[in-house]
T-cell receptor
Framework: GAVVSQHPSRVICKSGTSVKIECRSL??????MFWYRQFPKKSLMLMAT?????????EQGVEKDKFLINHASLTLSTLTVTSAHPEDSSFYICSASPGTYNSPLHFGNGTRLTVT | SQQGEEDPQALSIQEGENATMNCSYK?????LQWYRQNSGRGLVHLILIRSNEREKHSGRLRVTLDTSKKSSSLLITASRAADTASYFC????????????FGQGTRLTINP
């Protein structure tokens, strides 16, 4: 089955620093990748949609200068949390779509970000 | 904002019993999908049901879709301890460009 690798799985950083999270589709080309954020015992909140070679589309209320998304190739998208604050601490999950109509998304295992 | 509402929010049953989770949504959809999430992990796709389908089976899983009521249900039969997880429905809306909007989820606990 389709595999999406997300790295790192856990990261602890200090306030004011930036953190980059990578999402790779290992055995398929992902025309579209999605980034979600999940608070403890809550649902997934879509942050942005990234298409290879174009600017990401951010959901309402998500700061694009805070959460930088790059989708430079058909197998890699990155999310950079800039100038991190403790309230950015969360579980971030990426997912990838091969672009086939009516097909499921393939999810990474998530990244637990803790900002101290 | 979330598209779907799920109930119950939490469900605890004995191993061997059946578990039923419900999902309601608000807008017209292309399809509805169910995912499972183990604690602290990513999501695993279970079943996708298209808007023109009414029922779908996969092993011990049965999903129904009622587009007139904008609702879906997931039934897990003969539950096992390994089924303990959170279950989410997600809708792909017609103008959604493949993005999924998730419901609040049901935390299922199977007691041995």
């Amino acid at each position: 089955g389709a595999v999406v690798s997300q790295h790192p799985s856990r990261v602890i950083c200090k306030s004011g620093t930036s953190v980059k999270i990578e999402c790779r589709s290992l055995d398929f080309q992902a025309t579209t990748m999605f980034w979600y954020r999940q608070f403890p015992k809550k649902s997934l909140m879509l942050m942005a949609t990234s298409n290879e070679g174009s600017k990401a589309t951010y959901e309402q209320g998500v700061e694009k200068d805070k959460f930088l998304i790059n989708h430079a190739s058909l197998t890699l998208s990155t999310l950079t949390v800039t100038s991190a604050h403790p309230e950015d601490s969360s579980f971030y999950i990426c997912s990838a779509s091969p672009g086939t109509y009516n097909s499921p998304l393939h999810f990474g295992n998530g990244t637990r970000l803790t900002v101290t | 904002s979330q598209q779907g509402e799920e109930d119950p929010q939490a469900l605890s049953i004995q191993e061997g019993e059946n578990a039923t989770m419900n999902c309601s949504y608000k807008t017209s959809i292309n399809n509805l999908q169910w995912y499972r999430q183990n604690s602290g992990r990513g999501l695993v796709h279970l079943i996708l049901i298209r808007s023109n389908e009414r029922e779908k089976h996969s092993g011990r899983l049965r999903v129904t879709l009622d587009t007139s009521k904008k609702s879906s249900s997931l039934l897990i039969t003969a539950s096992r301890a390994a089924d303990t997880a959170s279950y989410f429905c997600a809708t792909q809306i017609i103008q959604g460009a493949q993005k999924l909007v998730f419901g609040q989820g049901t935390r299922l606990t199977i007691n041995p």
